[in-house]
């Protein structure tokens, strides 16, 4: 009997030592989440524990948000995560002062609505103007610009304030949007990725001739881990040379990336745990474990509502103010409002018109006082003249 038991529990340890690895695994990065989701679907307990934190939602517990100069609220229980995509810019080796941050070539906010139990993806064009946080070196930002909102990441003395001060320019460009972590991680490990999954097969858009012939329009490839950098990364001399055409690349890389990651994890589930053991050095990250282990429970069995992309108009500018032309995205508004009421389910304040009506009754008082202080000023001086 007590050999029958020590048997079932050590298959029982054995079990779970295997999901806390698997969980561990994957902090490397959300493209591997959906990878895991049949694993932690079986992980009731979790599930049990996401549901009961779902009733914990009371009325009342409303959050704001400010988006056009209309204020709105959302009662769901929503968890929002940024993931960092960096490129070669900067020079985050260095201390102090002689510290760089890389620019944010690739922003994706994951949001998780535990109320609905659904999730999707917001990919923002790093190009997006908005008002960034010119942060200094030592962690205090005492001025902000409209800039393109990847240069967030260039500002800070190491790179964790670097990642902080991406967060906050993303949560004000989202009408102050509560960020939870965030997830950091050089562009150049993309063809880590692609390794670890055998390549990802896809039909090319755009036209790569002048950096890389081997990238026809129109075929469709296995693409090599140096491909699949090129194919994400590269914009300069490729097409039309935007972003927009970028993120249509890289979103359609993500999502056979998906099917793949879903398919080698089956095939062979131990491979995460290598990964993780490549990437782990390398990222840059304020999530924890078990972070980790509930974004994962929250999503498993959920309905993903896939990646969404702002509509916008994509100029040349000299936003930077360098003397050298960049592109410069400006995202129409009524777009930006529609993906966010898609995924946090906003609803025009009730309090809006009261107070609009106090802030017309603050400009009134400050009218007012602008108006005495004037009249003051015009009694001392006739008081100097006489």
Not at 56 to 80: F, P, Q, S, W
Not at 100 to 126: E, P, W
Not at 159 to 186: H, K, W
Request: with cysteine; proline share 2%; aromatic share 8%.
């Amino acid at each position: 009997m007590l050999n029958s038991l020590w048997s079932r529990n050590g298959k029982q340890i054995k079990i779970v030592l295997i999901i806390a690895a698997v969980i561990a695994a994957l902090a490397v990065f959300w493209l591997v989440l959906r990878g895991v989701e049949h694993r932690v679907v079986r992980q009731n307990h979790l599930k049990d524990e996401v549901k009961a934190e779902d009733r914990k939602v009371t009325a009342g517990a409303k959050k704001k948000i400010k988006l056009n100069g209309t204020t709105y609220t959302y009662d769901h229980r929503i968890e929002t995560w940024l993931f960092i995509g960096t490129d070669f810019s900067g020079d985050e080796e260095a201390e102090g002062e002689d510290y760089r941050g890389s620019m944010a070539d690739f922003l994706l906010l994951a949001v998780i609505d535990k109320t609905d139990r659904t999730y999707g993806f917001i990919q923002i064009n790093r190009d997006t103007i908005t008002d960034v946080t010119m942060m200094l070196t030592d962690g205090s930002g005492l001025a902000s610009a409209d800039l393109q909102i990847c240069t967030a990441h260039w500002y800070g003395g190491n790179p964790e304030q670097s990642c902080e001060n991406t967060v906050d320019a993303v949560s004000r460009f989202l009408g102050g949007v509560p960020i939870s972590g965030y997830y950091s991680i050089g562009m150049e490990e993309i063809p880590t990725l692609n390794h670890a999954v055998g390549g990802v097969e896809v039909t090319v858009l755009g036209d790569f001739s002048k950096v890389d012939p081997t990238l026809k329009e129109g075929e469709t490839v296995l693409l090599s881990d140096e491909q699949a950098f090129t194919y994400i990364h590269d914009r300069y001399y490729v097409a039309d040379e935007t972003n927009v055409q970028r993120m249509q690349r890289q979103d359609q890389y993500m999502k056979a990336l998906f099917k793949k990651v879903e398919q080698t994890f089956r095939e062979e589930p131990k491979f995460l745990n290598s990964l993780y053991s490549q990437l782990e050095e390398k990222a840059v990250t304020n999530t924890k474990g078990r972070d980790v282990s509930r974004i994962i429970s929250s999503m498993a069995g959920g309905e993903n509502k896939g990646i969404f992309q702002f509509e916008g108009e994509t100029k040349i500018g000299q936003g930077l103010d360098d003397g050298i032309d960049h592109m410069e995205f400006y995202p129409d508004e009524t777009s930006v409002l529609n993906i966010m009421k898609e995924l946090y389910h906003l609803e025009e304040s009730e309090e809006q018109e009261d107070a609009d009506e106090e802030d017309e009754e603050d400009i009134d008082e400050d009218e007012s006082e602008d108006l005495d202080e004037e009249d003051i000023d015009e009694d001392e001086l006739d008081d100097s003249e006489e």
